[in-house]
């Protein structure tokens, strides 16, 4: 599967974002999606992850209550609704996508949208 992540930019402390990431190539709804993020000099860590149906979904606890993860299978597209962002935000945002569930190892990613939160 294809990944296109897009959405990113920048933005003031406070402000929102929505990221949306566009799957093609294979059958969407197999899959489980996350969004992850890798700020400058840090790791990549994992922000939000959904199942297939929609029916799961985990955060990391620092996107808890600001961030929401969402699809449309009708759409091939998962978003990530981002409120009161942080400068800490900053990051490049991936999606992946996982045939095994939530917290399996991701097995395609895309290729990252900039997140740039100012304060």
């Known amino acids: 599967v294809q990944l296109q992540a897009s959405g990113g930019g920048l933005v003031q402390a406070g402000g929102s974002l929505r990221l949306s990431c566009a799957a093609s190539g294979r059958t969407f709804s197999n899959y489980a999606m996350g969004w992850f993020r890798q700020a400058p000099g840090k790791e990549r860590e994992f922000v939000a992850a959904i199942s297939w149906s929609s029916g799961i979904t985990y955060y990391a606890d620092s996107v808890k209550g600001r961030f929401t993860i969402s699809r449309d299978n009708a759409k091939n597209t998962v978003y990530l609704q981002m409120n009161s962002l942080k400068p800490e935000d900053t990051a490049v945002y991936y999606c992946?996508?996982?045939?095994?569930?939530?917290?399996?190892?991701?097995?395609?990613w895309g290729q990252g949208t900039l997140v740039t939160v100012s304060s």
């Open positions: 992946a996508a996982s045939l095994r569930g939530v917290a399996a190892p991701y097995d395609y």
